[in-house]
Each structure stands twice: as C-alpha cells, then as structure tokens.
C-alpha cells in the first residue's frame, strides 16, 4: 500500500487550507500519516543540535529521533503539503520543518562532483495554500518546496493547489473556494 505523508501546516483550527488539503487527500490512494506541525515541538537548529547531527551524519548513525521526520519524508510515495500563505511564503514551522528533514544521506546525497542527488522515494508533491490577498505570481512558499523537491530530494513534480483573495471585502469566499475544490476534483493524480 502506498504511504502519503500529509505535512500539515494550518495552523488556525478553521482552515481553509486544510479543507482544500483534504480534498487533495481524498484523490489520493493509500495509507495517510499526518504531521500536524503546530503539535509537534520542533526546535530551530541550534549549534548544539548542528553539531550532534553533524555527527551522528558523519558516523552514518540515523538511529536518533533527530532523523525521525527525514527518514518518514524519504519513505513516502506521495506528500501533501498544505501550509497557508504568509508573508509570501508559508508559516516559520515548516522553513523549521524543512531544517529538519534536509539531512545528507537519508533524503539526499552529494555527487562526486559536489550537486546533491535526491533519495527520496517521492515522484510527486502536492503543494495546497491559501491566501487572504493575491498571490499571482509570487507564490515564494511553492517556488521554495519545488527548488528543494527537485534539486536536493529528488523530487521532479510538484503541484500546487490554491484559492487567493479569501480576505478581501465583497470577495465570494464560497465560490472561491468550490473553483479551487471543483479544480482538485477534475485533477488526475495518475497523470504523473
């Protein structure tokens, strides 16, 4: 059975993002772990922390729980991203996410040559937010997941999912919404 990683970034209990996430999910055939970041306590890297990660990476010791959300993230077969958009980008706990599962030798490797190679077992993320205001083309939290997806997880396609505009007055909040959950429903996920 596949497994899906669903990496939850909505951090407001009456998220928006979160429902169009779960219509993504519901395409989706397999077995769903979530990570709800906003319970979990991840720090950001520190040099203690650097340093005993860097160590247990040079004695090729993955065993900590330091590595518990990279080895989770190289496993899965499909992830479902779904954070809101905030200052351009997404919430800071998932940029600490990210810090956590970027790891040498669990998702990615570097070549001979010094580029790093993706490990990852991932052919495909599904990037899902939401906005008050535009995004229009400067949706920096995706353009972050997809550069990190492809050029160090291995990870060529990414898809992104969203409804903007959601704050501004006179805005048809509802009908913005069913565009964006009609959109996901017409999504082929075997088109990959």
Known sequence: MKK???VNACVRPD???HVLARKALEKLEGQI???NLCQEHLLPLNWEMLEERDALISAR????PLFQYAKQFAAADDI???APFWELAFPA???IYLEHITIVGLTF???PEGIPVGLCNAKRIIYVTTAGGAIGGCNLGY????ALAGRFYGIQEVVCFKAEMLDIRGADVNGILEESLKEIENWDPSDI
């Not at 010791?61 to 900590?64: A, G, H, Q």
């Not at 353009?143 to 997809?146: F, N, P």
């Open 15 to 17: 998220s928006r993002t």
């Open 93 to 95: 706990v998932l940029r």
């Open 33 to 35: 772990e979530e990570v």
């Open 143 to 146: 353009d972050h997941i997809k």
């Open 61 to 64: 010791d993955f065993s900590s």
């Open 109 to 111: 490797q570097y070549s």
């Open 4 to 6: 899906i990683l669903f």
């Open 80 to 82: 479902v991203i779904a």
